[in-house]
């Protein structure tokens, strides 16, 4: 997708971080952005912020975790803005703590936002794509979910990301032949709120706890800085966007680990039983 003039774009998780990035790198491509948040006050100062500066855009609730939110949010998106061009399902949370003692309400909340987002977002918005006879969408993943960090305990965000990978991976090929490009982004770590993202855990499933800021944070790039590569990644139909240069060693260490052990095993005999 080369021209994004007068395209229609969604972007959840908007309101900050990452998802605001986006959502100006595409409006100053010149596409309408539907600024869509669960904290629709930062949705609205988003959508106030592309309107003054010349762009189309509008803040809309949503809750990325339930599948007639996102529902509602395609049904409003097209009424006011147009059909959808392009998705990005970017709404995410995190949490950390050993995975043995995580409660199934600590994983119910990471992989409903993280993972079925992405999936509602998909399901929600793919009739407007093919309607459109093509379009792109973006699923943010993360590098935690290509080459995690165990000794981080970041084990349940780790797991949605990886999800969201392979989904990404596999939903390219399927859509493909639609014209419909699919990427997955995988930042490193960004310049944003998610260590605090404990503030929107919902009361019904029990009380969140924010996740200690790494160092390795006050030396992250911005969400601005992502949104241009996002937009590349558009443009470019790269089945994979990148954020930074510690990306190329963190992947071939694990690949290293990974085609050790497979060597070995070509190498053996098979075991006797």
């Given at each position: 997708m080369d021209?994004?003039?007068?395209?229609?774009?969604?972007?959840?998780?908007?309101?900050?971080g990452i998802g605001r990035g986006i959502a100006f790198a595409l409006a100053q491509a010149g596409a309408h952005i539907a600024i869509a948040d669960i904290n629709i006050d930062s949705a609205t100062s988003v959508a106030m912020e592309l309107t003054t500066?010349?762009?189309t855009a509008a803040a809309f609730h949503v809750d990325v975790a339930n599948p007639e939110s996102v529902i509602a949010l395609a049904e409003v998106v097209e009424r006011l803005l147009g059909p959808t061009h392009i998705l990005c399902n970017n709404a995410g949370v995190m949490l950390d703590g050993p995975l043995v003692d995580a409660s199934d309400t600590d994983w119910q909340w990471v992989i409903g936002v993280n993972f079925f987002g992405v999936i509602h977002g998909v399901r929600a918005f793919i009739p407007q794509l093919r309607a459109n006879q093509g379009g792109h969408i973006v699923n943010t993943g993360s590098m935690a979910g290509l080459a995690?960090?165990?000794h981080l305990d970041y084990g349940i965000y780790s797991a949605s990301k990886a999800a969201v990978v392979s989904y990404s991976e596999n939903l390219r090929a399927e859509l493909a032949p639609?014209?419909?490009?699919?990427?997955?982004l995988c930042p490193?770590?960004?310049?944003?709120?998610?260590w605090e993202a404990d503030r929107n855990r919902p009361a019904d499933l029990g009380p969140g706890r924010?996740?200690?800021r790494p160092h390795r944070a006050s030396d992250a790039i911005d969400g601005t800085a992502v949104g241009a590569l996002v937009l590349r990644g558009i443009i470019e139909d790269r089945p994979y966007i990148f954020t930074s240069d510690d990306a190329r060693p963190r992947i071939e260490a694990r690949h290293h680990a990974i085609l050790t052990d497979l060597t070995r095993h070509?190498?053996?005999s098979p075991p006797s039983l």
């Open positions: 021209n994004l003039t007068n395209r229609v774009a969604v972007v959840t998780g908007s309101g900050e500066a010349g762009h995690p960090r165990p639609q014209g419909i490009g699919v990427s997955v490193s770590t960004v310049a944003t709120r998610i924010p996740v200690p070509e190498a053996e």
